[in-house]
């Protein structure tokens, strides 16, 4: 039989629209399928699934080409007047300039390096304190004892959302981004708008009380969307409201994925854990093989803003493309050995971040948390193990774990 066969009809048969277990728990051979086979792959509702690293990184690269804009696909979706159509349509992440350019700039502005920089001390007082929890205990679940509790509060302190108050935000966030995955429950779709609007209606309430008594636009993201820039650009009522959700959105489950990935591919590659115990230096390219070999953001989307191409495949007007970044970054021909988990690996230039004007904003944020959550933690339960069976996320869009069972010793 031809060893090629199996491959040949896993690109054949594959339908972002139905997957099955197995894809879930590890998308990797398919990808490799079909960046092999069918790197452009065409879907059966006629979008384009693409896999291979260079194809995606032009469609990044052609902002005019290739929009994000996605009020023409999320309205069939969702339903053109319902709570989570309000929100992917509005949030900044699906949108082109000038609405895009205005929103980035003013989160960007309160993300400088300065301010990150202040972060610090409260992250690494935050991490330890978990882990002191941790060490009570002695077994522990990774993502609920440690790697989601990390951005939720780092996020909160941004809006600066009383800390009472932040219990629901991990739900409403789950439930919101679930709602983006390819094939939708009417379940996924019924918690997806519940959660929005129940997370709009405390933002009225957040934003009122921050307008009447404003915090430091350098430090609080919120303030600062409130009051806008000096030359006098300002988001309206519903850009203030959801581009706050797709903050906590954005800042929340990639880092949380990012942190539990991280630790548990350390786990599963002592090897490569005990180099780094060995040389703590590499702890920031260990962070981005992490983000490369397990990235947390595995699709991107864009629709094609005119006819044009992708390699030698024509593209119309109007055809959704789905940007693959789990595959680009496990493609050969950007990454040599791209199946082995190599922390010193040099150079890398993954996808995890996006690329081109829609680069995570976050980025440097989502990096220090990493840094400091994964590195405590190596350096504080060197010998730590996973003490049963991970159980992922049955997504295709957010990887990550649900649950990690950790034992320290």
Not at 42 to 49: E, I, N, T
Not at 218 to 234: K, P, S, Y
Request: net charge neutral; proline share 7%; with cysteine.
């Amino acid at each position: 039989m031809n060893s090629a066969a199996p491959a040949v009809e896993l690109a054949r048969a594959f339908d972002l629209r139905r997957l099955d277990a197995s894809f879930y728990a590890d998308p990797y051979p398919v990808y490799d399928a079909l960046r092999t086979h069918e790197p452009v792959k065409r879907m059966p509702d006629g979008s384009l699934f693409l896999t291979r690293y260079r194809d995606i990184q032009a469609v990044y690269r052609d902002a005019k080409a290739f929009s994000s804009d996605k009020t023409v696909e999320f309205g069939p979706k969702y339903g053109p007047s319902t709570p989570l159509y309000a929100h992917h349509t509005t949030s900044l992440v699906f949108n082109d300039a000038p609405r895009h350019t205005r929103v980035r700039k003013l989160i960007a502005g309160a993300l400088t390096a300065r301010a990150i920089a202040a972060m610090e001390p409260g992250l690494i007082a935050l991490v330890d304190g978990l882990l002191d929890r941790a060490q009570e205990r002695g077994q522990f679940d990774l993502i609920d004892g440690f790697a989601s509790a990390i951005p939720v509060e780092v996020i909160g302190n941004l809006l600066d959302v009383p800390h009472d108050e932040r219990e629901p935000l991990r739900d409403w966030s789950l439930a919101i981004l679930g709602a983006l995955e390819p094939s939708l429950t009417a379940d996924q779709e019924a918690r997806g708008n519940r959660a929005v609007s129940e997370f709009i209606e405390y933002l009225k309430v957040l934003v009122k009380k921050r307008r009447a008594r404003p915090g430091d636009p350098q430090h609080d993201v919120l303030t600062r969307l409130i009051q806008g820039e000096a030359d006098g650009e300002r988001l309206d009522e519903a850009e203030l409201l959801h581009n706050c959700i797709f903050i906590l959105n954005a800042g929340h489950e990639t880092t949380t994925n990012l942190i539990g990935n991280g630790l548990v591919l350390l786990a599963a590659w002592p090897g490569e854990r005990e180099r780094l115990r060995r040389e703590p230096a590499l702890l920031d390219s260990a962070i981005e093989e992490c983000l490369r070999f397990e990235s947390s953001n595995q699709l991107g989307n864009r629709i094609a803003a005119a006819d044009t191409s992708i390699g030698d495949t024509p593209v119309a007007r109007g055809t959704p493309v789905t940007l693959c970044i789990g595959a680009a970054n496990r493609d050969p021909a950007q990454f040599p050995e791209p199946d082995r988990f190599d922390i010193g690996r040099e150079p890398n230039r993954h996808l995890a971040f996006g690329f081109g004007i829609h680069q995570c904003a976050g980025l440097s944020l989502a990096r220090l948390e990493a840094r400091i959550a994964i590195g405590r933690f190596i350096e504080r339960f060197p010998e730590y193990r996973v003490a049963g069976e991970p159980k992922r996320a049955a997504r295709a869009r957010f990887r990550g774990f649900v649950s990690v069972p950790v034992a320290l010793v």
